[in-house]
Structures are given as structure tokens and as C-alpha cells.
């Protein structure tokens, strides 16, 4: 969201001088092929250095510690990084992949070769929620994009105005301003959140407008989420965006938002990903994209987004063969079995029918013009799926 939180990215680099012995058998077809197992390796080792972003991260550095447990040949280390950094890193071919908030822009594919020289595939997806701090109010307020979209143009300024109390019956609202807390850095986290009250409010969309970094007319400025957590947290009457598991893991309340079916909806693992599988119609190729912000049905969160990895189609970037197999099946693991992970931490797994296009769009991966391995499904140990917090 993602989540949201500049767009930033994950960039991974893959040493030279590593062997890895993947599955030869041919790759099943998609419809069979939901790896639950991790791809066989030699004690050869194959090392990754990654650059991450902060919403998808915790995720990532879990994902690895259970990756390296299955394949100690394997090692993949995490620092922090942006997505401009790592989309010019893959760029100069210096990079193995990166990720992204938000979808590659039609500059930046163009940097990487054009369209078909790209491989652009979901890995998780995340909401952003309306965070607030409104004392003796317990349970979770509900907003529309249209009641949102008044709030941060100043058009709503009392928790007790009659926009919010009419869609929030039964509920005592204090006759305390609001402060708006928004991003004052860019972030793929605001991307998102405007273009969603772009869809629902024209006002918005012609006065504030849409992107990673918008000119806010009223409100205080956080930088990332943590800056606007704590804004939200130390402000009496502050309501604020951020992604969902970031809200829960420090505790902060965040409201239902009415989705396109006219729902009230709480941005949970189970309500993000069903935004998810209502894009799948949507892609095209091996470019995996879709908005999925106000998509269509009765349980799906509207304020939703992937997150995506970026490879070249043809890994030029990659030492080897042996390499690129590694590369290729670390995604396929981290895009299936890990996708347990992900809902056990918050963040909301790809459904089945975006895992498939998924697995369609890695198999179309080449290295110097041969295929990449695939690994398969096979009766082997997984890994176990604990707790994060």
C-alpha cells in the first residue's frame, strides 16, 4: 500500500560465483502448479542482498528466515531502500529484482526496455485505513470516500457534524475539531489514497488531486507512518491515513469505509484480498497490474493496493543459469507457501486466481533466451507458519 509510505522498493542483488541445483522436471501447467514446497539446493551458496521498502519489509525479512531455513544455501539480506533507488538499480542491471508500491510508470518501463521486457508481478497486497483519535468513542467509526474527501478539503472540520453522526447512529460524537494528519513525504501509501477519493469525489480530484505527494490545504504533515501515527496518537480529534497493520500493531483505531456494493467494511487479510481477486480480470501479459481501489463486491475493502516485484523477462542482470533458477524460485515460494505468512502478519495474501497469473508470468522468465526452472509442488517439508507478533 499499499501500501501504502513513499513509493518505495526491494531490490535484490545475486552474487556471482553460486551454484544451485533446482528440479530439471518439466513445469506443470498453472492450474497445477501452487508450489507448497521450496525448491531443492546444493550446499553451493547463493547470496541475495535486498534493499526494502517499509510496508512490505517485516514481511520480507520473515519470508527470508523461513526461506534460509528450508535452503541453507540460500542467503537474502534486507536493508532499507526506496523504490526510485531500486527501480534505477534494476535499471543499470545491477540489481536481480525489484519492488514497487506502486505500478511502474510508463517512464520507468521505458527505462527498463519497454513493456516486453518486463516481468511485473504482484506479492502481497495492503489497505489504507482512516486512523483516529476521538476519546470515549469504541467502536469503529464508519466513513465513505465522499465524507473523507470533505474532511482533508476542510469542508468537514466537527466530529459531531451531521455527515458523520447520520452514516454513525447511536454513537456519541464529541463536538471536537478535526485535525487531518496526511504524509508530507511521498509515498505510495498517499498514491493510493488519493486516487481513491479522486473516484469518489470530482471536487478532490480538481483541488487536491492524486499522486505520491499532493499540496494538502489544511491538516499537520507526518513523515512515513510513523510520523503520522504519532500525530494521530498525541492529537485529540486527528484522523489519519495509514496501512492497516501498521494501525494494529501500534494500537491505533481505524473506522469501516463503504465500499462500491454500499457495505460498511473493515480492512481486514480476508476483505483486501478479495479486492485483489476482482482486479484479476484486468491483467494482461506479464505485466501483472491493476488499481484495485473501489473494486466490485459486497465484502471487498475499497482503499486496497499491491505491492509488486519487477524482473527483466529475460534475466540479463542474473550471473548464471543455476542463479537465475535460484531467483526464480525464491519469487515462486514467497508468491505461494508464503502467502501464509502473509495473512499470519496482516498484510493480505494474493488469492488463488492472482497466485495463478503469477506463476504464468515467472514461467515466461528466460535466462540468456532458455527457461528458467520452475520449481514444483512435491511432498517435502514447508515451512511452518508462526506467529509475528
Given at each position: 500500500m499499499l501500501l501504502i509510505v513513499h513509493c518505495r522498493a526491494l531490490a535484490i542483488v545475486v552474487c556471482a560465483a553460486s551454484t544451485v541445483a533446482l528440479s530439471a522436471e518439466p513445469a506443470p501447467t498453472p492450474e497445477s502448479n501452487l508450489p507448497a514446497a521450496s525448491p531443492e539446493v546444493s550446499s553451493a551458496k547463493v547470496r541475495m542482498q535486498a534493499s526494502g521498502a517499509t510496508f512490505p519489509q517485516p514481511l520480507y525479512d520473515k519470508l527470508v528466515v523461513e526461506y534460509e531455513r528450508l535452503n541453507p544455501s540460500v542467503q537474502i539480506s534486507y536493508q532499507g531502500g526506496g523504490s526510485g533507488a531500486g527501480i534505477r538499480a534494476i535499471s543499470d542491471k545491477v540489481v536481480a529484482f525489484a519492488a514497487s508500491d506502486a505500478p511502474l510508470t510508463a517512464k520507468q518501463i521505458e527505462g527498463l526496455g519497454g513493456v516486453d521486457a518486463i516481468i511485473e508481478v504482484p506479492m502481497v497486497a495492503g489497505g489504507v485505513v482512516p486512523a483516529y483519535n476521538v476519546p470515549g468513542v469504541t467502536e469503529p467509526l464508519k466513513f465513505t470516500g465522499e465524507l473523507l474527501a470533505d474532511i482533508y478539503m476542510g469542508r468537514v472540520t466537527k466530529w459531531n457534524d451531521s455527515k458523520i453522526a447520520d452514516i454513525n447512529?447511536?454513537?456519541?460524537?464529541?463536538?471536537?475539531?478535526?485535525?487531518?494528519?496526511?504524509?508530507?513525504?511521498?509515498?505510495?501509501?498517499?498514491?493510493?489514497?488519493?486516487?481513491?477519493?479522486?473516484?469518489?469525489?470530482?471536487d478532490f480530484g480538481s483541488s487536491v488531486g492524486r499522486g505520491t505527494q499532493v499540496n494538502w490545504p489544511i491538516g499537520i504533515g507526518g513523515k512515513g507512518n510513523p510520523g503520522v501515527a504519532a500525530a494521530v496518537q498525541k492529537t485529540k480529534g486527528a484522523l489519519g491515513y495509514m496501512e492497516m497493520n501498521f494501525a494494529k500493531a501500534n494500537s491505533i483505531a481505524f473506522g469501516l469505509v463503504k465500499n462500491s456494493a454500499g457495505n460498511f467494511i473493515l480492512a481486514t487479510p480476508d476483505s483486501i484480498t478479495s479486492a485483489g481477486k476482482a482486479a484479476v480480470g484486468s491483467f494482461k501479459g506479464s505485466r501483472l497490474v491493476a488499481n484495485i481501489w473501489n473494486q466490485p463486491g459486497d465484502d471487498v475493502y475499497p482503499i486496497a493496493a499491491f505491492t509488486y516485484i519487477i524482473i527483466y523477462k529475460d534475466l540479463r542482470n542474473i550471473g548464471s543459469q543455476s542463479e537465475a533458477n535460484a531467483l526464480i524460485g525464491f519469487l515462486s515460494w514467497a508468491s505461494h507457501e508464503g502467502?501464509?505468512?502473509?495473512?499470519?502478519?496482516?498484510?493480505?495474501?494474493?488469492?488463488?486466481?492472482?497466485?495463478?497469473?503469477?506463476?504464468?508470468?515467472?514461467?515466461?522468465?528466460?535466462?540468456?533466451?532458455?527457461?528458467?526452472?520452475?520449481?514444483?509442488?512435491?511432498?517435502?517439508?514447508?515451512?511452518?507458519?508462526?506467529?509475528?507478533?
Open positions: 447512529p447511536g454513537i456519541t460524537l464529541p463536538n471536537l475539531a478535526i485535525t487531518p494528519v496526511y504524509r508530507s513525504d511521498g509515498s505510495g501509501t498517499t498514491f493510493v489514497f488519493t486516487n481513491y477519493l479522486t473516484t469518489l469525489s470530482e502467502q501464509k505468512i502473509a495473512k499470519e502478519m496482516d498484510y493480505a495474501p494474493l488469492s488463488e486466481p492472482v497466485r495463478l497469473k503469477v506463476t504464468e508470468a515467472l514461467r515466461s522468465a528466460t535466462f540468456q533466451g532458455k527457461p528458467v526452472n520452475l520449481p514444483t509442488a512435491a511432498p517435502a517439508q514447508t515451512a511452518p507458519v508462526t506467529s509475528a507478533n
